[in-house]
């Protein structure tokens, strides 16, 4: 699989959707914070894109505590390949349309873009986006749930801001 996710046409860009790692309970919703499983999951999943050669040019987060966290233990793993991150108040909590706004708006000069933000926005995103020709499985487990700590990476052949509903490939769905 490392293979199949490095070795993507030059004219082909990434998207790389994550939703937040496992979250605590019992505080107000937008301040709270990753457990320790979610600590752990984000770096993981950090570990596996930079395994995979799927590394983001840029990302941007969601402003809520725990996409922020996850996003640093992402980073963390990736290393010094980690671009610095944008949060964004408005990914917190954002329907599909809003996600959608945010990767449209991406400049045409980057190549490879995460998106950290929280259901049920990024799944409903995903299946918008997701076209005819996806990785089959992966289009099923996205179907039934994008849970905690879960990357979908997509490839889109045209321009961000050109991006229509099943307009990009679905190439690996990853729960960690």
Not at 66 to 94: F, H, I, M
């Amino acid at each position: 699989m490392a293979e199949e996710l490095s070795q993507r046409p030059d004219d082909t860009r990434t998207l790389i959707m994550m939703r937040h790692a496992e979250a605590d309970w019992g505080m107000d919703d937008f301040n709270r914070p990753l457990t320790s499983r979610g600590h752990l999951q984000a770096r993981t999943a950090g570990e596996w894109l930079h395994h995979t050669g799927t590394l983001p040019e840029m990302i941007v987060s969601s402003a809520a505590l725990r996409t922020r966290q996850t996003t640093t233990w992402v980073c963390e793993a990736l290393g010094e390949k980690a671009p610095t991150a944008s949060l964004d108040e408005r990914l917190y909590n954002a329907p599909a349309r809003m996600l959608r706004q945010c990767i449209e708006n991406t400049p045409d000069s980057v190549r490879s873009m995460m998106l950290v933000a929280h259901l049920p926005g990024v799944q409903d995103a995903a299946m918008d986006l997701m076209s005819s020709t996806s990785d089959y499985e992966s289009l099923m487990d996205i179907s039934y749930g994008f849970p905690p700590s879960s990357i979908a990476v997509f490839e889109v052949e045209t321009s961000w801001s050109e991006l229509l509903d099943h307009d990009a490939r679905l190439v690996s769905f990853r729960t960690f």
